[in-house]
Structure formats: C-alpha cells, structure tokens
C-alpha cells in the first residue's frame, strides 16, 4: 500500500476564535499504481488533505504513512517526504523562479544532492515526459513561456524529483480546452509508464471522467464517497446535492435513457457515447 491514512483530522487556527476544522476524520487506503481523482465542492477539505501528503501540512492528529513510511511524526524530515510526494500546486508557475528552464527543473535534484551528470538526465527525462524540447527550452527563461507550456516546467521541476507518489491540486485550471487535455494527456502518459501513483484534485469532471480509476468525492473535512467513476457518477443526486455536477455526456446519457430509450447510460467519455448511441439506432433500425 501506497497510502494509508487512520483518523486524519485537522483544526486551522485551533483554539482561536477562526478555528475551522478541515479534515474530519479521514481513512484511506490507496494502491501503489491508482490513479485517484480527487472533487469536492470549494472548501471541502481537498487542498488541505493532499497538502498533508506531502508534509507541507504537518498532522496534528491521526497517522499518514506513505510507502510504509510514517511520515505523522514530528521527527520525520520534510526532504524524506517529497523524495517520496511530489506535489504541484494550483498555478504553479507562480512558483518558477529561476532564470532558466534548465535551473528550474534541476532545483529540487540538486537539492537531494545528486551530481551534474544525474541532474542533467533527469531534467532531460523530466521535459521529454512533459513534452518540452530540451535543446531549444534548455537555456529560455520559464517566464518568456505561455501558461500552458510553463505549468509544463513545474511539473516537469517534481517529476524529475521521481517521486513514488505525484500529487496535482487542480493542474488544467485557467488553460485553455486544448492546454488542458495536453496537460492530462501527459500526467496520463507518466502515469501508464508504471510505477507512480497519482492524485488529481479537480472541479472538472469531463476530466476527471476521461482518466481516473477510483474517484473519491469530499464533503465537510470527509470522503463520503469513494468508487469506480461509473459508479459514482450514477450517484447525480447525492452529488448535486453537494454541490457537484456529473459530466454532460454521462448527463445527457442518463437523460436520453430516462425518455425510455433503452440505452446503457453508464458512460463517461463521448467516444463511449457514440459507440453506445450507433449500436442503439443500428439495433432500431434492424428491428
Ligand atoms: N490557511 C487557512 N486558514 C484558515 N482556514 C483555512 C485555511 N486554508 C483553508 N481553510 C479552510 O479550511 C476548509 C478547507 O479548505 P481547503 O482549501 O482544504 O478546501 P478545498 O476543497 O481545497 O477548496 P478549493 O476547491 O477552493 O481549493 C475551508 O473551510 C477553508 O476556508
């Protein structure tokens, strides 16, 4: 197991008069290789979990190991952690600060303390697997790019850290439809090369939908859903009535079967929609 967290809770401003409680009571057990996606409605607690992941949140209550590795003591140290979580924030180009590419992207490796020519090959590694040509990007400055290409570099900047776990909290917000499924294109990329596991916080279904394998829904500081994204999407009302939506196409599936159209509504992409209404109106029309 990958992640294991027993009776997570955590209290913002603990004993002021702003205290707010995040996270109640958080359980999860998550698979080395899953692919999480991570939807609540705005302040349900999700930045607050994945922030944990990675140490950046420090637990005040309840254990978090990850890989095995306890990392709720005090004691543990935060370089140990994001060898392990490697976590890219909502707009992450804010944080890029160097003045090339290249220096951008070896940061965190040479933080570990590995020698040029390790930091060299996994910066070359880390752009090939974003999508960014290293010979003609190498020596430009991060902030001459566009926002889509420069979310590349701070994506780029974790996975070369090689983390066993990559954590993105939000990563196609403000892109463009094209940005975004590029971006997703990639960390789905990364993510069939083996051997890491990934947690997508997203308000966009139609993402989520496309590439998750287990989706977990949150409410209050809880999970109060956790399930195969065809499962959970047959669940419209109770996530309407938390404030969240389904897909359109899986909407308009469950719509059109609702009209007594005797579909399979369980449908996530809009490719699986066509196929579904082709065999229907194909079947009609030998009927
Ligand atoms: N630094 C902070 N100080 C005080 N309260 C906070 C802080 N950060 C978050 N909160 C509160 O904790 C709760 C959970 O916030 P969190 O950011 O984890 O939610 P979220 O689901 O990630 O929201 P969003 O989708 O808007 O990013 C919210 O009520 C929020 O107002």
Redesign the pocket.
Known sequence: MIIKIDNLNYV??ANTP?E?K?LDNINLEVEKGEFIGLI?H???????LVQHLNGLIRVQSGSLYIDGFDISKKETKLKKIRQKVGLVFQYPEYQLFEETIYKDIAFGPRNLGLNEDEIKARVIEAMDIVGLDYETLKERSPFELSGGQKRRVAIAGVVAMKPKVLVLDEPTAGLDPNGRDEILAEVFDLFKKGGITVVLVS?NMEDIAKIVSRILV?DKGKIVMDGLPRDIFKRRQELEDIGLGIPQITKFMQEYKARGHDINSDILTVEEAKEELIRYLRGNENA
């Open positions: 913002y401003n702003f707010k995040a609540g705005t302040g349900s607690g999700k930045s607050t308000h949150m």
